[in-house]
């Protein structure tokens, strides 16, 4: 098994989709992992010492785990199939050391909160760099790595969340107090047709 560390969130300047970068320890080599909005956000949130005042669900689940005296020891990466990624939690409790099937997103997500190791087999590097290539990271991506895109991203999720929020009540025929007369309904409606499902997921 490989160690390895978050190195950061960027976005891929072709498909604008979330990627987690973990690079090995001994700083020889990346591992990039395509990963959705939210989990992006999630990881991003303890990269940039985001404090919320509830748990989510990520918190949940180790508060949980420590409730019923087990802990979390470490997260492995152990299988590369059809350009997918299978991780597995290691947990230490009364019956001893279990291993439980799991998202690379979330598992990662879990050992930055706590604390504990993210590793990686040598089998599932080698193939993803033989399937992936060299240049699976694009040279922008490399540059930008870091908590500013994850930052970026879940600005894009807010604006998208309030966006669909938006419609959602003029589609009812509502209009949000706190807009008061600073704009009709038409004009809402103007600015919603304006956000194309292109320039909305750009945002």
Do not use: F
């Not at 992992?33 to 989510?56: D, F, K, Q």
């Amino acid at each position: 098994m490989v160690e390895m560390h978050v190195e950061g969130l960027s976005l891929d300047p072709q498909t604008r989709k979330p990627i987690v970068i973990l690079r090995q320890n001994d700083g020889k080599g990346l591992l990039p992992l395509w990963v959705g909005a939210m989990e992006a956000m999630t990881i991003s949130l303890v990269l940039n010492g985001e404090e919320l005042p509830r748990p989510l669900a990520h918190d949940l689940l180790l508060m949980v785990a420590k409730a019923l005296n087990g802990t979390l020891t470490g997260v492995d990466i152990v299988d590369y199939r059809d350009g997918i990624y299978y991780a597995v939690l290691l947990l230490r409790g009364p019956a001893g050391l279990i291993s439980v099937d799991c998202r690379p997103s979330d598992g990662i997500a879990l050992a930055l909160r706590a604390s504990v190791p993210i590793r990686v087999k040598a089998e599932v590097l080698e193939k993803a760099a033989r399937e992936q290539g060299p240049g699976s990271i694009h040279p922008a991506t490399r540059h930008h790595a870091g908590s500013d895109a994850a930052t970026d991203m879940a600005r894009s999720a807010d604006a998208r969340k309030e966006a669909d929020t938006l419609a959602a009540l003029l589609a009812k025929g509502a209009v949000p107090e706190d807009l008061g007369e600073a704009a009709g309904p038409e004009r809402l409606r103007e600015l919603l047709r304006a956000l194309e499902p292109v320039s909305r997921n750009k945002m």
